[in-house]
């Protein structure tokens, strides 16, 4: 009933930027939380980025203060914005929500996953 769709994944050099979109579609829904994961080849799925209310936002220490997760209530759509990207943060990177509704409660909703490839 509830669709997360992730957007703005690509190739980009070293010290560069990206920032990742994930839209939540739907009906009468609220987002009570939000997070960005990613999983690289070979490696365990790990989170980078989190937000359970607009001024509570936790971060790995490998992404503290080059990543920032944000929240468009608005438009239902949540923001990880990438800077001084590095070849080790290359991975395929999802964003995950808790999210109500009255006819399901509070469940968890991951999207389909965008490729961030970090090269020269």
């Known amino acids: 009933q509830v669709h997360l769709a992730e957007s703005g994944g690509g190739l980009v050099q070293p010290g560069g930027s990206l920032r990742l979109s994930c839209a939540a579609s739907g009906t009468f829904f609220t987002i009570n939380t939000m997070a960005w994961y990613r999983q690289a080849p070979g490696k365990q799925r790990e989170m980078v980025a989190k937000m359970t209310n607009p001024s509570d936002t936790s971060y790995s220490d490998s992404v503290r203060g080059r990543f920032t997760i944000s929240r468009n209530e608005g438009e239902n759509t949540m923001f990880l914005q990438m800077d001084n990207l590095k070849p080790e943060d290359t991975a395929v990177y999802y964003c995950?929500?808790?999210?109500?509704?009255?006819?399901?409660?509070?469940?968890?909703?991951w999207g389909q996953g965008t490729q961030v490839t970090v090269s020269k």
């Open positions: 995950s929500a808790n999210i109500y509704s009255f006819q399901h409660g509070s469940i968890d909703y």
